[in-house]
């Protein structure tokens, strides 16, 4: 899908960019909009959102049960990079020394060799055992969050390893954290919405590949788009 940027003459207002609610309740959420570091964190109705995960977070390695290889897994400190979805990712050989990690929505963060440190939201290393896997051998990693662990919106940032690479909200308020000041509260639309994408707000540079990426993302929470 191509997009096009629609410019304003007058301020934002929410009916720009949110056309369909299935409930305010359930459809919007307070999120905190975190403060900047290194420069202002600024978000207008239609801005992109991501999600930092602040505070620890800790995985649990399980091999499925009914695999023929006995790989063992060890995680390197940390095991999980900040930011990442909470949540079951899977692992999953494609032949006896190659396999495939997908995160909880089923979006592939990349293949992996056994013997070889696999670093992208989660950092580990599958050692190949006794008895070599087959197609389709498997193991869960369950990711979840200390009960102290917050998240922090800030713009969608496609260069980020933190989890602002990936989708999360749509601001549906102006709202600035200023560089090193106080994170601010900010109306978003999380889930069950109809959106139009043409009034949305992408960081300088974004290509088309990554903005239908994020609205893929957004699609999850059954944010859907119906363009203007």
């Known amino acids: 899908m191509v997009l096009k940027t629609l410019s304003l003459t007058e301020p934002r207002i929410e009916s720009n960019v949110l056309k369909y609610v299935v409930d305010d309740f359930i459809s919007k959420a307070q999120e905190v909009l975190q403060a900047g570091s290194g420069s202002d964190n600024v978000a207008d109705v239609g801005t992109v959102l991501g999600a930092i995960t602040v505070g620890a977070l800790s995985a649990a390695y399980a091999a499925r049960a009914g695999n023929t290889g006995n790989f063992t897994n060890a995680f390197a400190n940390p095991a999980v990079a900040p930011g990442s979805k909470l949540g079951v990712y899977t692992v999953t050989f494609l032949a006896a020394t190659r396999f495939r990690v997908e995160d909880p929505d089923g979006i592939e963060l990349g293949e992996g060799t056994t013997g070889v440190a696999f670093t992208n939201q989660l950092k580990f290393t599958i050692t190949a055992g006794g008895t070599p896997a087959v197609v389709g051998d498997a193991a869960d990693v369950t990711v979840t969050a200390a009960a102290v662990a917050t998240r922090k919106l800030v713009p969608i940032n496609f260069a980020a390893t933190d989890g602002s690479q990936n989708a999360y909200a749509i601001a549906l308020q102006k709202k600035i954290a200023p560089n090193g000041g106080s994170d601010q509260n900010i109306l978003t639309v999380r889930r069950l919405a109809c959106i139009d994408p043409n009034y949305l707000i992408w960081p300088a540079g974004a290509t088309t590949?990554?903005?239908?990426?994020?609205?893929?993302?957004?699609?999850?929470?059954?944010?859907?788009?119906r363009p203007s």
Not at 209 to 225: D, F, K, T, W, Y
């Open 209 to 225: 590949n990554q903005m239908n990426a994020a609205l893929a993302q957004l699609e999850l929470n059954h944010i859907i788009q």
